[in-house]
């Protein structure tokens, strides 16, 4: 079945550390790849994007993504998390011909200690 | 961005009832808007795809005549859940979208008792 995965459930790190998230997805062709974050309390928010061209995709708040197409991957990274990163952290994918239709990963919980 | 609201954020109901959640974009006119469930430590689940001035689509395996969507404005979407039961129970998010990126709304808790 087409998914999208997200093998880290739950992360704990210190501040300064650094982040990576694993995205994967199943689906064949074309596809657009986004991650959004889920602060405590508030809605889903956008942090990157990415429909075509350079595969490393830099967002807000220091945030980046690689999309390497063989892997079917689209992992998040932060070179050095700060306590206000502590949040969920959603990948989702649409297909080219059907942008607006997204498909959600299970998330992942990322809780960063002062 | 743009402002996705919901209204209400929170309903606790009886089974048997129904109850109406509105989804409305507040600074742009949205074709379409999205409605999906999300349960306990998983991921956000689409369930149907609302359109303005037609039918909704459901996604496969969503009763349509329990989850019931009327979008009869661009910025307007509503989602009645008929007949509820404690197992409908669930928080249901709400999205809009334009050419470029979808807005989510802040959600609904809604708890059947």
């Known amino acids: 079945a087409q998914s999208v995965s997200q093998h880290n459930h739950h992360v704990i790190l210190s501040e300064a550390a650094s982040l990576e998230l694993g995205c994967n997805y199943s689906y064949g062709g074309t596809v657009n790849l986004f991650w959004y974050v889920q602060y405590p309390g508030q809605h889903l928010q956008l942090l990157l994007k990415?429909?075509?061209?350079?595969?490393l995709v830099k967002g807000i708040k220091g945030f980046e993504a690689e999309f390497i197409k063989s892997k079917f991957s689209f992992n998040l990274r932060k070179p050095s998390v700060q306590w206000s990163d502590t949040a969920e952290y959603f990948c989702a994918v649409s297909r080219v011909y059907n942008f607006n239709k997204f498909y959600f990963g299970s998330g992942t919980k990322l809780n960063v200690k002062p | 961005g743009a402002v996705v609201s919901q209204h209400p954020s929170r309903v606790i109901c009886k089974s048997g009832t129904s109850v109406k959640i509105e989804c409305r974009s507040l600074?742009?006119?949205?074709?379409?808007m999205f409605w999906y469930r999300q349960f306990p430590k998983q991921s956000l689940m689409l369930m149907a795809t609302s359109n303005e001035g037609s039918k909704a689509t459901y996604e496969q395996g969503v009763e349509k005549d329990k989850f019931l969507i009327n979008h009869a404005s661009l910025t307007l979407s509503t989602l009645t859940v008929t007949s509820a039961h404690p197992e409908d129970s669930s928080f249901y998010i709400c999205?809009?979208?334009?050419?470029?990126?979808?807005?989510f709304g802040p959600g609904t808790r809604l708890t059947v008792t």
């Open positions: 600074d742009f006119q949205a074709t379409t």
């Open positions: 990415y429909f075509s061209g350079d595969p």
């Open positions: 999205s809009a979208s334009d050419p470029l990126e979808q807005y």
